[in-house]
């Protein structure tokens, strides 16, 4: 479990570029990258980390499901998730 400072951070990143969002697409098509320069840092969208939605884990997030692998291994298990189960050949 992801402690709860590393959540709150993330959900601020997620605020400020979707605050800033306009500005930066207008800035980039007019080519000054100089006023893009002085936008926070935090308003970059690569600065939002993938969490998983379950456990606030960082790592191997799946896009589509937006839970870690360990909580989709989990849920397909217990048959949570429809269309997926274990492989057996």
Avoid: H
């Avoid at 605050?19 to 939002?48: H, I, M």
């Amino acid at each position: 479990m992801a402690s709860k400072s590393t959540i709150t951070r993330n959900d601020k990143v997620k605020a400020c570029v979707d605050k800033y969002a306009a500005k930066r697409r207008a800035l980039k098509e007019a080519g000054n990258y100089l006023e893009l320069q002085k936008l926070p840092r935090d308003s970059s969208p690569t600065r939002v980390r993938n969490l998983c939605a379950l456990t606030g884990r960082s790592r191997s997030v799946y896009r589509k499901f937006k839970i870690s692998r360990l909580m989709l291994r989990e849920l397909a298990l217990q048959g949570k998730i429809p269309g997926m189960r274990k492989a057996s050949w």
